[in-house]
């Protein structure tokens, strides 16, 4: 499997999904004890590349999440059904106004991410239970 370069991957995301997305993916990372060095060898990309997704630096596509999710063995629908959920409460707080049509900044939903989060917990919007 050839890696993937991430030189012509860097811009900032335009969408809050895929920061929001960025971010779960190194909580579950972070949640399993695996370096990104573990995850970006067994998904066949760049340790780089890895870390400008995790800082909603970069585009992710479905190819690259999908081979991410199984590299950390997570579920990929559930992990973008808890970014669909964060993305529309991120949307109804004046953080995304603070964005420009340009895209979103990584570091303001990063800010927010943090301070919805707490201590990195996620709460199942389903049932209320915790699963990282």
Known sequence: MSKINPIFLQKQSRYPLNVLLGLLLRCHREA??????????????HVSYLSLIENGRSE??????????????????RIYSQAEYLEIQFLHTHFANDSNHNGINPSIAQGWFHEYMGASMIADHDNHENYI
């Open 60 to 77: 992710l596509s479905i190819k690259i999440f999908d081979r991410l999710c199984k590299a950390m063995q997570v579920s990929a629908p």
């Open 32 to 45: 399993n004890a695996l370096t990104q060095e573990q995850v970006a060898d067994s998904a066949g990309c």
